[in-house]
């Protein structure tokens, strides 16, 4: 990319929200970046511009087909710094998306440069009150006007930034969630997408996220797509279970989303000789090692959940309480080390920040 990004400030900031009382993903900060892509050109204009509306053509190829991809990421503030945590692996994993989706690849460079420039412009906005950080989502897409099932010769990137704090509400991140095995619907298929960020994932999720939330449940934990046996991930995080002081968390086989702090979290437990397997988990395992009473714990991870610890699982009209529905010792050490490293107040042992 040889063209330099460009800044034009907002000339009327906006009045900031109550850093004590967030909402996930509900005020969003002064500014934002932009590049289009061209066909023939390639990526180019990049830009940070006051957040503004967008304005697209009603035929716009996204509003009809889909070609669409995002990701989440976290800035910290850390004692004057801001800090990034794995922001390579996010940029990485939106081209791997891109290239599922059709979507031209973009510089990665680009990217992590023109987002340091972003979130050092927005420093004010990134709250500093536990648990709470600033949610970068950067997106992508189609914007050719036309209504041909093809993919499209025009895209745009932006990225958004908003202060957040607990993805599930209320002030304790640590809250155990409570889940709901979903055995009606499936979320992805082997040769699918589901491996992608993209927003028809999401979209397809919601008849079963909507159901579970009827029944009580906070989120639905999908089967696979063939035999609805095997687990795969939670609606917003992937998922660990802690059966005989050994982990195990379902194996990245196409359908599941190679979660960035799943892989800090097994990292982390390599790190600390903690076995960990990562591979096929049948329901029944769970459920047979529940009636053992080998079921420690179970969790989910994410970047906007963090780690979040399960206290009940509903499946096959059997309701089971993990761990006396109370978080667990090894999710409660996870999240302390993650959000210490993220945060710049534990020794970053694995290298995973990046100072703004
Ligand atoms: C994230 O954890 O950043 C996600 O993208 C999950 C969700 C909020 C859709």
């Given amino acids: 990319m040889a063209e330099s990004l460009t800044i034009e400030r907002t000339k009327s900031p906006k009045t900031k929200p109550d850093f004590s009382q967030l909402a996930f993903g509900k005020n969003f900060t002064d500014h934002m970046f932009v590049v289009d892509y061209v066909e ?10 006051p957040y503004q509306p967008l304005t697209m053509d009603p035929s716009s190829l996204v509003f009809h087909y889909g070609q669409a991809v995002f990701e989440g990421m976290k800035a910290y503030y850390s004692d004057g710094n801001i800090m990034l945590f794995r922001p390579e692996k996010n940029f990485e994993r939106l081209n791997q998306s891109n290239r599922r989706m059709s979507i031209p690849e973009i510089d990665e460079q680009l990217l992590i440069d023109s987002l340091k420039e972003l979130v050092s412009l927005e420093r004010d906005w990134i ?4 648990g709470q950080s600033l949610y970068i989502r950067p997106f992508v897409i189609a914007t050719e006007a ?3 099932v093809k993919p499209s010769s025009s895209y745009k990137l932006l990225i958004i930034l908003t202060p957040v704090g607990s993805y599930y509400g209320g002030d304790d991140a640590m809250n155990p969630v409570s889940i709901y095995v979903e055995n009606e619907f499936v979320r992805s298929v082997r040769g699918g997408v589901g491996f992608t960020k993209t927003a028809g ?26 035999e609805q046996r095997y687990i795969e991930e939670v609606g917003s995080m992937n998922i660990f279970f802690k059966i005989s002081g050994k982990v195990v968390t379902p194996a990245l086989n196409g359908s599941i989303l190679e979660g960035i702090t799943r892989d800090s979290v097994i990292e ?3 790190y600390w000789d903690i076995p960990v397997e990562e591979r096929r988990i049948d329901m029944e395992e769970i459920r047979t090692a529940y009636e053992a ?4 714990e179970i969790f989910g991870t994410g ?6 610890p399960v206290g009940e699982l509903r499946w096959d009209a059997q309701t089971y309480k993990i761990n006396n529905a109370e978080t667990g010792p090894l999710a409660k050490q996870l999240y302390d080390t993650i959000t210490g490293i993220q945060t710049g107040d534990k020794e970053d042992v694995l290298h995973w920040t990046r100072t703004v």
């Fill in 293 to 296: 009473g080998t079921l420690e």
């Fill in 40 to 49: 023939g050109e390639g990526w180019i204009d990049p830009r940070i511009v």
């Fill in 146 to 148: 036309s209504l041909s």
């Fill in 268 to 270: 982390l437990l390599h």
């Fill in 201 to 226: 994932n999401y979209a397809a999720s919601l008849k079963a996220q909507e159901q579970a939330g009827s029944a009580g449940y906070d989120q639905v934990l999908w089967l696979d797509g063939v």
């Fill in 303 to 308: 970047t906007a959940a963090v780690i979040s």
């Fill in 127 to 130: 709250p500093r009150g536990e």
